[in-house]
T-cell receptor, first 115, second 115 residues
């Protein structure tokens, strides 16, 4: 079955360490996204990529980095510069944005805890 | 400014009763509106969308939503609630972002259906 796989499901890190969250999709979607979810705040866009080797900052990109070397993969690195990294991170994909009405397909998320 | 408001943090309803989860939006131009559902520790699942046409949109799991342009609302409804409908519901609207159509999410409404 096609879908989006995020790994690991739970991740624990010490403050000051960088950590990379994996996101892989086999839906053949061009566009991929990273969102952060905090209780009572909905979802906030971190980075998005509309095509391989291209990505753009979202609303809260500071302290995060991404790469898009393959269509299937869009890993997110949470750096030590992110002041409050503990959150639930969601990866999503969609068909090209030019159509404007395509729904997002989400992975099951990675819950990151930094202590 | 583009925004989405879900005025209720939580909605409680008895099984078998009708349910409504409210959403209002503010966006320039014609809105593309979406509803998503999230079960605990999972990603979001697409329920339905309004792009154009009939103001009453039918979606997955018996849910429907009514688009009201004059009230800038897109309330989610179901005629008869099930306990299994208990989850977190997000309303979202497309908004332009520098050539890219960004999805803006509301803060979410927790639906609790009691037996």
């Amino acid at each position: 079955d096609g879908g989006i796989t995020q790994s690991p499901k739970y991740l624990f890190r010490k403050e000051g360490q960088n950590v990379t969250l994996s996101c892989e999709q086999n839906l053949n979607h061009d566009a991929m996204y990273w969102y952060r979810q905090d209780p009572g705040q909905g979802l906030r866009l971190i980075y998005y990529s509309q095509i391989v080797n291209d990505f753009q900052k979202g609303d809260i990109a500071e302290g995060y980095s991404v790469s898009r070397e393959k269509k299937e993969s869009f890993p997110l690195t949470v750096t030590s510069a992110q002041k409050n990294p503990t959150a639930f991170y969601l990866c999503a994909s969609s068909i090209p944005e030019g159509q404007g009405n395509s729904p997002l397909h989400f992975g099951n998320g990675t819950r990151l805890t930094v202590t | 400014a583009q925004s989405v408001a879900q005025p209720e943090d939580q909605v409680n309803v008895a099984e078998g009763n009708p349910l409504t989860v409210k959403c209002t939006y503010s966006v320039s131009g014609n809105p593309y509106l979406f509803w998503y559902v999230q079960y605990p520790n999972r990603g979001l699942q697409f329920l339905l969308k309004y792009i154009t046409g009939d103001n009453l949109v039918k979606g997955s799991y018996g849910f429907e939503a009514e688009f009201n342009k004059s009230q800038t609302s897109f309330h989610l409804k179901k005629p008869s609630a099930l306990v299994s409908d208990s989850a977190l519901y997000f309303c979202a609207v497309r908004a332009p972002l520098g050539g890219y159509n960004k999805l803006i999410f509301g803060a979410g409404t927790r639906l609790a259906v009691h037996p």
